[in-house]
């Protein structure tokens, strides 16, 4: 079975400033995906970014990118130029191709922005 | 296209009473999953439907059931509430050309007294 470990339950960090949210899972899988996912205070589950394990390069989607290291399972979301409406959980999540639809959440990061 | 929508936002229910909640996916999307969000076991999946045949399943209790319709709307139904169930229940839809890419409902939010 596959886990999904997020270490960090809560970070705070400055508008403007940049943060890395950190993420490490655990499977037997070669090739499977990986995604972040904010929830802001509305519940609204919405998918910031996305990785397929069998790309190298790192996903970016405009101020949010991540360091994909595959070898030492570890995913983790940077943020830059972090903004008031960044304040959310983000959950880190993983789904083998084999049952794409069925994702396996880490336990959550409270992420809030300060002015 | 509109997003995921889920009927009713907000449900109090009683123990021992069942529940009906409804999802209906983006416009073209054919597989629908559905996850149960609590502050003690975070988010867990439920079950998954496509072309109204459940292909994934979680490790829940038969009380939860699901099906899905010809036009790719879903129903879930816990029946025999506990006070355990209260709960956001969440749901999802995909493409069939990207089964890993799931877009959320609002979700529903249900209490159980």
């Known amino acids: 079975a596959q886990t999904v470990t997020q270490s960090q339950p809560e970070m705070s960090v400055q508008e403007a400033e940049t943060v890395t949210l950190s993420c490490t899972y655990d499977?037997?899988?070669?090739?499977?995906?990986l995604f972040w996912y904010k929830q802001p205070p509305s519940r609204q589950m919405i998918l910031v970014i996305r990785?397929?394990?069998?790309?190298?390069q790192n996903a970016t989607e405009n101020r949010f990118s991540v360091n994909f290291q595959k070898a030492a399972k570890s995913f983790s979301l940077k943020i830059s130029d972090s903004q008031l409406g960044d304040t959310a959980m983000y959950f880190c999540?993983?789904?083998?191709?084999?049952?794409?639809?069925?994702?396996?959440f880490g336990t959550g990061t409270r992420l809030q922005v300060t002015l | 296209k509109a997003g995921v929508t889920q009927t009713p936002r907000y449900l109090i229910k009683t123990r021992g009473q069942q529940v009906t909640l409804s999802c209906s996916p983006i416009?073209?999307?054919?597989?629908v999953s559905w996850y149960q969000q609590t502050p003690g076991q975070g988010l867990q999946f439920l079950f998954e439907?496509?072309?109204?045949?459940?292909?994934n399943k979680g490790n829940f209790p038969g009380r939860f059931s699901g099906r899905q319709f010809s036009n790719s709307r879903s129903e879930m139904n816990v029946s025999t509430l506990e006070l355990g169930d209260s709960a956001l229940y969440l749901c999802?839809?995909?493409?069939?050309?990207?089964?890993?890419?799931?877009?959320f409902g609002p979700g529903t939010r249900l209490t159980v007294t």
């Open positions: 999802a839809s995909s493409d069939p050309s990207s089964f890993h890419e799931q877009y």
């Open positions: 499977t037997s899988e070669s090739n499977y995906y």
């Open positions: 990785q397929e394990a069998y790309k190298q």
């Open positions: 999540a993983f789904s083998d191709t084999g049952t794409a639809s069925k994702l396996t």
């Open positions: 416009s073209g999307h054919r597989s």
């Open positions: 439907y496509f072309s109204e045949t459940q292909r």
